[in-house]
Nanobody, 121 residues
Framework: QVQLVESGGGLVQAGGSLRLSCAAS????????MAWYRQAPGKQRELVAA???????NYANSVKGRFTISRDNAKNTVYLQMNSLKPEDTAVYYC???????????????WGQGTQVTVSS
């Protein structure tokens, strides 16, 4: 089994910054892509940012230039640095990791439990 544990959410004023972390643990052989998603009340879950095992990144247009995704492969951890936050960034943020597990040797998608980010105006 694999667990993803997120941290770093909270309440911040517009224009402020937060840094989210997501650490993976368990029966991990390797981790391929890692990503952050978010879901605001009444809306569908959407991709915020993703990073490959080699470090290639892509971002939703709404966060380009403000958010930065990074990863520490030695720690099986992905980060999301969020700057210049806006009220419309308010959502529950989830991390996702594509993990090659043992002893199955299968690759599965795992999700974290979510962390609330609230940006006040």
């Amino acid at each position: 089994q694999v667990q993803l544990v997120e941290s770093g959410g909270g309440l911040v004023q517009a224009g402020g910054s937060l840094r989210l972390s997501c650490a993976a643990s368990g029966s991990i052989l390797s981790i391929n892509a890692m990503a952050w998603y978010r879901q605001a009340p009444g809306k569908q879950r959407e991709l915020v940012a993703a990073i490959s095992s080699g470090g290639s990144t892509n971002y939703a247009n709404s966060v380009k230039g403000r958010f930065t995704i990074s990863r520490d492969n030695a720690k099986n951890t992905v980060y999301l640095q969020m700057n210049s936050l806006k009220p419309e960034d308010t959502a529950v943020y989830y991390c996702k990791a594509k993990v090659l597990t043992y002893p199955t040797l299968y690759e599965f998608d795992y999700w974290g439990q979510g962390t609330q980010v609230t940006v006040s105006s």
